[in-house]
C-alpha cells in the first residue's frame, strides 16, 4: 500500500471538507474492496476518509412500512436487524450471505452499493426492492443509481448517508456462487411491490446489476417457477469468464428466479 | 505403551502453532535487516532491450538495485535441474538453462528480472515500480500440446521443438499386440490439470552475510535445507558449504513446493554480499501464484485392452508433460520415474508401455507436488477401469478384482518391484465401510429430492521413500536419498533425536519421539526433536515424497540399535551379566529373569562418568547412523466417492468418501487420519475446483484466490476412514507413508462418481459446476431423473 492520508470525520460536514481539501479522496465505508486494491496498488488515493464514525450512520430504524439503513451499517448488522427482518427478511438473508464473517463485520451497506461491484449481493436488493438511497445532496432512485459496472449516479463528492427501503408484499434472494470468489456468479432479487413485480439480477450482466422484463412479466402473471419456465432468458449482454459462459449464466438466471420466488 | 508406536498421541507441536507461537521465518528479524522487491516481468516471453534503474536508485530508502547480468558477472550459477532424463533414442534431455534473475529474455509472467534493496518492505516496492524495463515482446505458448507445433514459439536455443525429451518405459511392441489381440480396448483422452500449491505459509527468506568470517545464513522455508545447502554450495557457488548455515525454522506447508531452491532465496544471498546488509523477502499470495512451482499438467491419450473374461492384455499411454518454462529441480523425474512406473497399478499387467514428452512453455516451473506423478498415473489407470467396466457392463469393483496382484513380491513390466499389499482385502473393507449394498437405496432417495447420486472407486498403489539411492542414481538421480538420524542420550538420561527430515505440518515432534519412547519405554516428554538447522544437524536429505516415515524414521531405528548395543553392554557390565541377556522394558535395563536392573538415567549417567565402563569403551551414548533403503515402500488403498449433482445447476456435492489404506505399520493413527483428510480433500480440490488457467498468450488468469479456488471445510463430507495393513518387509518399522496417498487416490473416485451420476464420460477436472451442466446438457438428463 502506498502511503496515504486518513480521516475519520465526526460528521457529514467534517468529511465532506476532508474529501475537498484532498487531492485524490476515497471513501473508507467499510474497505472491503478499496483496501485490497490498495493494498495491490491498483489504487492509490492520497487520502481516505473513513465515514464509519459519522454521527447516525449506523443506525438502522422503521417508520410506518419502510426501514432506513444507515450507510455504514454492516452486513452483520444488518443481518441480524429485527427492523430489516420486520421490513423486509429476504434484505436480511441476503446480508446474511454476502462474503464470509470477516466480510460481513467489516463491509457496508453504503460502500458496497458505491462499489456497485457487478457481483455484489445488495445492488440486486436494492434495484429489485426500488429502494431509494439517500445521499448528503439528494435521494436517488435505485433505478437511477446503479449506472453500470462499477459506477452509479454518485457525484464527485457525494456521500451515500442512508438507504430506505419499503416493505414489499413478498420478496426472495437466491444466488449461485462463484465457486472460487463465492461472490455471485448470478444472483437474482425478485419482489412483489406496491408498484409491480421487480426481478433484478447481479453477477451476470457486462453492465453491472440489471431488472429483466421478462421475468417480471412472467411473474406478475402468475408467481410460480411454471412461469419462469416459460421466459426466454437470452445470454446478450451477460458476462462469460473461466468460471461460467453467457449461456451457463443466461440458464442459472432462471434457476435462481425461480428459487428466489420459491424462497419468498 | 501408551505413548508408543500405534497410540493417538496428541501432536507435541500443536500448542505452539494453535497459540500462534510458532516461529516461521518472516518473524524473525535480524540486526541491520533490510528488505528485498522484485522487479518482475509482467510479460510470457520478451527479450530485455535495457533496464533503468536510476530512479528507483533515488528513493527514499534504497540501499541497491541489482540486476541479472551483475549476479551472473559474481559467478553465481544457473539453477539446476536434478534429474538426468535420457529421452527414447539415447540422448541427453535438452533443458533451457535458468538464471536466477533474467539477463536477456524473460520466459514466463512474474519471473524476477531486478531486486530492489531497501531499508523497509514499502520502500523496497515502491522503488521496484520505480524501475524501468525495456521489453520486446515474442509470441508465447502456453499449453505443452501448442508448443509442440510446427512454427509454435522456441524457448530456448538449444531446445529445438521446445522438447525437453521423448522418454519411453515399457516395450511397446508387446503393448500394441496385446491391445491388438484384445475383445475389448478402452480409450480415453484424459487431461491432468495444472494446479498451484498454495502452502499457507509462503515462501520467505532472509539471508545473512557476515564479512568478517566470510559466512553466510540463510533462514527459509525450505522442506529439505541440508539439500538447500547444497545445491547452493555446489552449483550456485554462494560459498563452501562450512561457510553457509540453512534455517528452515518452523515451516507453514510445503506440499513439494518448498523443495525447490528458488532464484529468490538464491538472489538474497548473493544481494546480502553485495550490500552488507541482511536481506529479507517475504512472498505476497501474488508472487507466490507466479512464482512456486506448479504442479500436473498432462494430457494424454490411454488405450487398455481386454480379453472377454475381462483381464487386462495391454496398456498404451502417450502423455505431453508441461514442464514450463525453465526444468525445476525434480521436474524431469515427476512424469517419467515417479509416473510411469506406477502404470501397472494394482494389476497382474504384462503388457505396459507409456511414452512422455517433456516441454518447455511459458508458465510457471511445473514440479513436485503432493503425490508427484503418481496422482496423475493413478487418474489414468482408474478413469481406464471404471470406464472400461461401463463400457464392458461389468461391476466395476469385479473388473478390478479379476485384475488384482494377489503374489508378492511381484516384478511388474515398469521397473517396481511391489513387495506387499492386499488388495482384496483393501477392496472388501472400502465396500463394506462405504455401505455398497445401500448405494442403490440411497441413489433412488436422492432421485426423490431431484438429485442425481452417483458412485466411483479408485484403487490406488504409488510408490514412497523415493529410494534406495543406488536405484534413483541409475536413473538419473543427482542426489542420493537416504537419510541420517543421530540419537543423544543426554547424562540424565533424556533424548534428542536429530534428524535430516522436515517437519512443515507432518507432526514429526511427536511421532518421532514416539518411536523412541517405544523403543526404550521413555516418557516422550523426555525426547526432544531437533531438525532443520545445518549447524546442529549433521545432513539430511529433508521430506517430501513421504519419505520422513519410511526412511527417516527407519534411519533413527538404526541409530537406536547402536545405542541398545552400547547401553547393553555398559548395563551388562555394571550389572556383571553378560549382554545377551540384558533386556530394556519400561525404562529399566534389566538383567532378563532376575530383579537385576539399572533405570535408564543410570546408564546414561554411567556412560558420562566413564568411572567404570567396559575396557576400551568410548565415554558417552551418542550414536548416528544413515539409512539407505532396500526399496520402495508401496502404500495402497480403495477409495469410494459418493457424489450428489444438482442437474439444474451442475453442482456437485461429495456425500461420502471412504478411504480404506494400507499405510503398513501406523505410528499415530490420529495424525495418519489426518494427513488422509488433508490429502483427500487436495484430491478434491483437484477433481473439483482447482485449476491454473493461462491465456492463450501467457498471462496468468488464476492470479489470486478470487479465481483460484481452494477447497472449503463446507466443499468436503466427513471422511470415513479404514486400513488394512501389510507391513512394508523392506524396513525395520515396516511403515509405508501416508503423507501422499489422500491426494494419489482421490480424484478419479470422485470424477468416476461424477460421470456415473450424470451418464457422461465426457468430463475433465475440475468439474465445475459450468462444466458439469454441460456435460448434462450434452447427453440429456439421465433417465431415473425426469
Known amino acids: 500500500?502506498?502511503?496515504?492520508?486518513?480521516?475519520?470525520?465526526?460528521?457529514?460536514?467534517?468529511?465532506?471538507?476532508?474529501?475537498?481539501?484532498?487531492?485524490?479522496?476515497?471513501?473508507?465505508?467499510?474497505?472491503?474492496?478499496?483496501?485490497?486494491?490498495?493494498?495491490?496498488?491498483?489504487?492509490?488515493?492520497?487520502?481516505?476518509?473513513?465515514?464509519?464514525?459519522?454521527?447516525?450512520?449506523?443506525?438502522?430504524?422503521?417508520?410506518?412500512?419502510?426501514?432506513?439503513?444507515?450507510?455504514?451499517?454492516?452486513?452483520?448488522?444488518?443481518?441480524?436487524?429485527?427492523?430489516?427482518?420486520?421490513?423486509?427478511?429476504?434484505?436480511?438473508?441476503?446480508?446474511?450471505?454476502?462474503?464470509?464473517?470477516?466480510?460481513?463485520?467489516?463491509?457496508?451497506?453504503?460502500?458496497?452499493i458505491a462499489n456497485n461491484d457487478p457481483a455484489a449481493d445488495y445492488p440486486a436488493g436494492l434495484l429489485g426492492l426500488g429502494a431509494t438511497i439517500v445521499t448528503n445532496q439528494r435521494e436517488?432512485?435505485?433505478?437511477?443509481?446503479?449506472?453500470?459496472?462499477?459506477?452509479?449516479?454518485?457525484?464527485?463528492?457525494?456521500?451515500?448517508?442512508?438507504?430506505?427501503?419499503?416493505?414489499?408484499?413478498?420478496?426472495?434472494?437466491?444466488?449461485?456462487r462463484n465457486p472460487a470468489s463465492r461472490y455471485a456468479m448470478v444472483g437474482v432479487f425478485v419482489a412483489q411491490t406496491g408498484s409491480g413485480v421487480r426481478v433484478a439480477v447481479t453477477g451476470a450482466g457486462e453492465d453491472g446489476v440489471f431488472r429483466h422484463a421478462g421475468l417480471e412479466a412472467a411473474l406478475s402473471s402468475n408467481w410460480s417457477s411454471e412461469a419462469v419456465d416459460g421466459v426466454d432468458v437470452g445470454s446478450d449482454g451477460l458476462m462469460s469468464d473461466i468460471h461460467a459462459s453467457a449461456d451457463y449464466r443466461a440458464h442459472l438466471i432462471k434457476v435462481m428466479a425461480k428459487r428466489a420466488a420459491a424462497a419468498s | 505403551m501408551s505413548e508408543g508406536i500405534g497410540a493417538a498421541v496428541k501432536r507435541k507441536e500443536d500448542k505452539r502453532f494453535i497459540t500462534g507461537r510458532g516461529k516461521y521465518t518472516d518473524d524473525i528479524r535480524m540486526e541491520n535487516q533490510a528488505y528485498g522487491a522484485f522487479v518482475r516481468s509482467p510479460h510470457a516471453h520478451a527479450e530485455i532491450k535495457g533496464i533503468d534503474t536510476s530512479a528507483a536508485e533515488a528513493m527514499d530508502g534504497v540501499i541497491a538495485v541489482l540486476n541479472g547480468k551483475q549476479l551472473k558477472d559474481d559467478a553465481i550459477g544457473d539453477i539446476i535441474t536434478g534429474w538426468a532424463i535420457t529421452s527414447k533414442?539415447?540422448?541427453?534431455?535438452?533443458?533451457?538453462?535458468?538464471?536466477?534473475?533474467?539477463?536477456?529474455?524473460?520466459?514466463?509472467?512474474?519471473?524476477?528480472?531486478?531486486?530492489?534493496?531497501?531499508?523497509?518492505?514499502?520502500?523496497?516496492?515502491?522503488?521496484?515500480?520505480?524501475?524501468?524495463?525495456?521489453?520486446?515482446?515474442l509470441p508465447a505458448v502456453a499449453a505443452a500440446t501448442r508448443a509442440l507445433e510446427d512454427g509454435a514459439p522456441l524457448l530456448h536455443d538449444n531446445v529445438p521443438g521446445n522438447l525437453i525429451f521423448d522418454w519411453e518405459i515399457g516395450d511397446e511392441a508387446a503393448a500394441d499386440a496385446g491391445l491388438a489381440g484384445a475383445t475389448h480396448v478402452t480409450e480415453l483422452d484424459i487431461v491432468n490439470n495444472r494446479l498451484a500449491p498454495n502452502a499457507i505459509e509462503p515462501r520467505s527468506a532472509i539471508a545473512v552475510y557476515n564479512d568478517i568470517d566470510d559466512h553466510y545464513t540463510l533462514y527459509t522455508t525450505s522442506q529439505n535445507p541440508h539439500v538447500a545447502r547444497l545445491v547452493l554450495s555446489a552449483f550456485y557457488n554462494i560459498a563452501p558449504e562450512h561457510k553457509l548455515r540453512v534455517i528452515a525454522p518452523d515451516v507453514g506447508g510445503g506440499f513439494g513446493s518448498k523443495i525447490y531452491i528458488y532464484p529468490e532465496e538464491i538472489t538474497c544471498l548473493w544481494a546480502s554480499m553485495k550490500t552488507g546488509?541482511?536481506?529479507?523477502?517475504?512472498?505476497?499470495?501474488?508472487?507466490?501464484?507466479?512464482?512456486?512451482?506448479?504442479?500436473?499438467?498432462?494430457?494424454?491419450?490411454?488405450?487398455?485392452?481386454?480379453?472377454?473374461?475381462?483381464?487386462?492384455?495391454?496398456?498404451?499411454?502417450?502423455?505431453?508433460?508441461?514442464?514450463?518454462?525453465?526444468?525445476?529441480?525434480?521436474?524431469?523425474?515427476?512424469?517419467?520415474?515417479?509416473?510411469?512406473?506406477?502404470?501397472?497399478?494394482?494389476?497382474?499387467?504384462?503388457?505396459?508401455?507409456?511414452?512422455?514428452?517433456?516441454?518447455?512453455?511459458?508458465?510457471?516451473?511445473?514440479?513436485?507436488?503432493?503425490?508427484?506423478?503418481?496422482?496423475?498415473?493413478?487418474?489414468?489407470?482408474?478413469?481406464?477401469?471404471?470406464?472400461?467396466?461401463?463400457?464392458?457392463?461389468?461391476?466395476?469393483?469385479?473388473?478390478?478384482?479379476?485384475?488384482?496382484?494377489?503374489?508378492?513380491?511381484h516384478q511388474t513390466p515398469v521397473i517396481m518391484t511391489y513387495d506387499a499389499g492386499d488388495f482384496h482385502a483393501l477392496l472388501e473393507?472400502?465396500?463394506?465401510?462405504?455401505?455398497?449394498?445401500?448405494?442403490?437405496?440411497?441413489?433412488?432417495?436422492?432421485?426423490?429430492?431431484?438429485?442425481?447420486?452417483?458412485?466411483?472407486?479408485?484403487?490406488?498403489?504409488?510408490?514412497?521413500?523415493?529410494?534406495?539411492?543406488?536405484?534413483?542414481?541409475?536413473?538419473?538421480?543427482?542426489?542420493?536419498?537416504?537419510?541420517?538420524?543421530?540419537?543423544?542420550?543426554?547424562?540424565?538420561?533424556?533424548?534428542?533425536?536429530?534428524?535430516?527430515?522436515?517437519?512443515?505440518?507432518?507432526?514429526?515432534?511427536?511421532?518421532?519421539?514416539?518411536?523412541?519412547?517405544?523403543?526404550f519405554g521413555l516418557p516422550m516428554d523426555n525426547i526432544t526433536i531437533v531438525h532443520g538447522d545445518t549447524d546442529k544437524v549433521q545432513m539430511g536429505m529433508g521430506t517430501y515424497g513421504s519419505r520422513s516415515g519410511a526412511v527417516g524414521m527407519n534411519a533413527i531405528v538404526k541409530a537406536m540399535d547402536k545405542v541398545e548395543a552400547k547401553v547393553k553392554k555398559i548395563a551388562a557390565h555394571t550389572l556383571e551379566a553378560s549382554d545377551d541377556d540384558i533386556v530394556i522394558e519400561d525404562g529399566e535395563v534389566k538383567v532378563a529373569g532376575t530383579d537385576k536392573k539399572m533405570a535408564w538415567h543410570e546408564v546414561g549417567l554411567a556412560a558420562y562418568t566413564a568411572h567404570n565402563l567396559p575396557d576400551g569403551m568410548e565415554p558417552g551414548l551418542k550414536e548416528g547412523a544413515f539409512y539407505d533403503p532396500t526399496n520402495f515402500t508401496f502404500p495402497s488403498g480403495t477409495y469410494i466417492c459418493e457424489v450428489e449433482v444438482d442437474p439444474e445447476t451442475g453442482v456437485v456435492e461429495v456425500v461420502q468418501f471412504t478411504a480404506a489404506d494400507d499405510f503398513g505399520t501406523v505410528i499415530n493413527p490420529m495424525i495418519v487420519e489426518g494427513q488422509v483428510h488433508g490429502g483427500v480433500t487436495q484430491g478434491i480440490g483437484q477433481a473439483l475446483l482447482e485449476n491454473v488457467v493461462y491465456d492463450e498468450d501467457g498471462q496468468l488468469i488464476t492470479g489470486s484466490y478470487m479465481d483460484y479456488c481452494m477447497p472449503r471445510a463446507d466443499d468436503v463430507p466427513s471422511y470415513v476412514l479404514e486400513h488394512s495393513t501389510t507391513v512394508a518387509p523392506s524396513n525395520p518399522l515396516g511403515v509405508k507413508g501416508c503423507g501422499e496417498a489422500g491426494a494419489i487416490g482421490s480424484p478419479p473416485a470422485v470424477i468416476n462418481a461424477i460421470t456415473d451420476a450424470i451418464g457422461n464420460n465426457n468430463l475433465t477436472m475440475p468439474a465445475t459446476p459450468h462444466k458439469v451442466w454441460a456435460a448434462i446438457q450434452e447427453v440429456g438428463l439421465p433417465q431415473a431423473a425426469e
Open chain 2, 277 to 409: 546488509r541482511s536481506v529479507k523477502w517475504t512472498s505476497d499470495r501474488s508472487e507466490a501464484f507466479m512464482t512456486d512451482a506448479h504442479a500436473r499438467d498432462h494430457v494424454t491419450k490411454a488405450r487398455m485392452g481386454f480379453d472377454a473374461d475381462g483381464k487386462i492384455v495391454g496398456l498404451k499411454v502417450n502423455t505431453v508433460a508441461n514442464i514450463g518454462a525453465y526444468a525445476s529441480l525434480f521436474a524431469t523425474a515427476t512424469p517419467t520415474y515417479l509416473y510411469g512406473t506406477l502404470l501397472s497399478g494394482q494389476y497382474n499387467i504384462a503388457n505396459v508401455y507409456c511414452d512422455v514428452k517433456a516441454v518447455h512453455t511459458n508458465t510457471v516451473p511445473v514440479d513436485a507436488y503432493r503425490g508427484a506423478g503418481r496422482p496423475e498415473a493413478t487418474y489414468v489407470m482408474e478413469r481406464l477401469m471404471e470406464t472400461a467396466a461401463r463400457e464392458m457392463g461389468m461391476d466395476p469393483a469385479e473388473l478390478r478384482r479379476r485384475n488384482f496382484i494377489t503374489e508378492f513380491p
Open chain 2, 429 to 519: 473393507k472400502g465396500q463394506a465401510a462405504a455401505d455398497i449394498a445401500g448405494f442403490a437405496a440411497r441413489k433412488s432417495e436422492a432421485a426423490s429430492r431431484g438429485k442425481l447420486r452417483g458412485i466411483g472407486y479408485s484403487c490406488y498403489i504409488e510408490a514412497c521413500g523415493i529410494a534406495p539411492s543406488k536405484a534413483v542414481g541409475s536413473l538419473g538421480a543427482g542426489v542420493g536419498l537416504w537419510e541420517s538420524a543421530e540419537v543423544r542420550v543426554n547424562p540424565v538420561g533424556t533424548i534428542e533425536i536429530l534428524t535430516g527430515s522436515h517437519a512443515h505440518g507432518q507432526g514429526h515432534e511427536t511421532t518421532f519421539a514416539q518411536v523412541v519412547s517405544d523403543r
Open chain 2, 89 to 137: 533414442d539415447g540422448n541427453p534431455m535438452n533443458v533451457g538453462a535458468w538464471n536466477p534473475m533474467a539477463t536477456a529474455r524473460v520466459r514466463h509472467v512474474g519471473e524476477p528480472v531486478v531486486i530492489v534493496i531497501a531499508e523497509s518492505q514499502a520502500q523496497a516496492r515502491l522503488a521496484a515500480e520505480a524501475v524501468e524495463v525495456d521489453y520486446e515482446e
Open chain 1, 140 to 176: 436517488i432512485a435505485a433505478d437511477d443509481f446503479f449506472t453500470g459496472m462499477f459506477t452509479t449516479a454518485l457525484e464527485d463528492g457525494e456521500i451515500i448517508t442512508a438507504v430506505s427501503v419499503g416493505k414489499p408484499d413478498r420478496a426472495g434472494y437466491a444466488k449461485f
Open chain 1, 1 to 112: 500500500m502506498y502511503a496515504v492520508n486518513y480521516h475519520k470525520p465526526a460528521s457529514i460536514e467534517d468529511a465532506v471538507a476532508a474529501i475537498g481539501g484532498a487531492e485524490e479522496a476515497k471513501i473508507l465505508a467499510g474497505g472491503q474492496t478499496l483496501l485490497p486494491t490498495m493494498k495491490q496498488h491498483l489504487a492509490a488515493p492520497s487520502d481516505v476518509v473513513d465515514v464509519r464514525g459519522i454521527s447516525g450512520m449506523t443506525d438502522i430504524a422503521v417508520r410506518g412500512d419502510t426501514v432506513t439503513i444507515g450507510a455504514a451499517a454492516t452486513h452483520a448488522a444488518v443481518a441480524a436487524s429485527s427492523e430489516v427482518d420486520t421490513v423486509c427478511p429476504a434484505l436480511a438473508t441476503l446480508a446474511a450471505g454476502i462474503g464470509d464473517p470477516a466480510v460481513r463485520h467489516m463491509g457496508t451497506i453504503g460502500g458496497s
